[in-house]
């Protein structure tokens, strides 16, 4: 019986239990017992006077560095090509909006172009040909007055005189 206590303690393959979480509170707090026991050394003011420069740091320079692991010549070249097919979409994706911006430009002005080309036929136009009425006019009439190319408008309408009516 005695011999079972022993290998139920080692586990079922045979090796030392790991430690538990009690034991690993248990050195956690031995550490901060030597950390409160060990007085601190009050450290002076810094010549340069950068009191929040930590001394301790070493420069970039300084860290050792081991090699990177290299990736095989495949795996570099899929993505090689991932990153090219990224950014041909990306590509697109900018060709496509840039694409619908100018037809929606190009539409905006050809609404606007028609409109003015309806209003213009809409328009009720009177041919002022005796500039002595804009003189006699008021000045709220005059606002009103606009200037157009009336050669249009004189070749549809025949020219009326007094005279041929009686």
Aim: charged share 45%.
């Amino acid at each position: 019986m005695e011999g079972d206590g022993a290998a139920a303690a080692a586990g079922p393959g045979g090796e030392a239990p790991s430690p538990g979480p009690a034991s690993r509170r248990r050195k956690a707090a031995k550490k901060r017992k030597e950390a409160a026991a060990a007085p601190a050394i009050p450290r002076g003011r810094p010549k340069s006077g950068r009191v929040w420069k930590d001394p301790g740091r070493k420069r970039f320079s300084l860290m050792v560095r081991d090699k990177p692991l290299r990736a095989s010549w495949e795996r570099k070249v899929k993505e090689r090509q991932e990153r090219r097919l990224v950014r041909q979409l990306a590509r697109q994706l900018q060709e496509g909006k840039q694409r619908q911006r100018e037809e929606k430009k190009r539409r905006r002005e050809e609404n606007l172009k028609r409109r003015l080309e309806n209003e213009r036929k809409a328009e009720i136009v009177q041919v002022i040909r005796n500039p002595t009425k804009l003189k006699r006019a008021k000045k709220k009439q005059l606002r009103r007055v606009e200037k157009r190319d009336t050669l249009a408008a004189l070749q549809k309408a025949p020219v009326r005189h007094k005279a041929a009516t009686e």
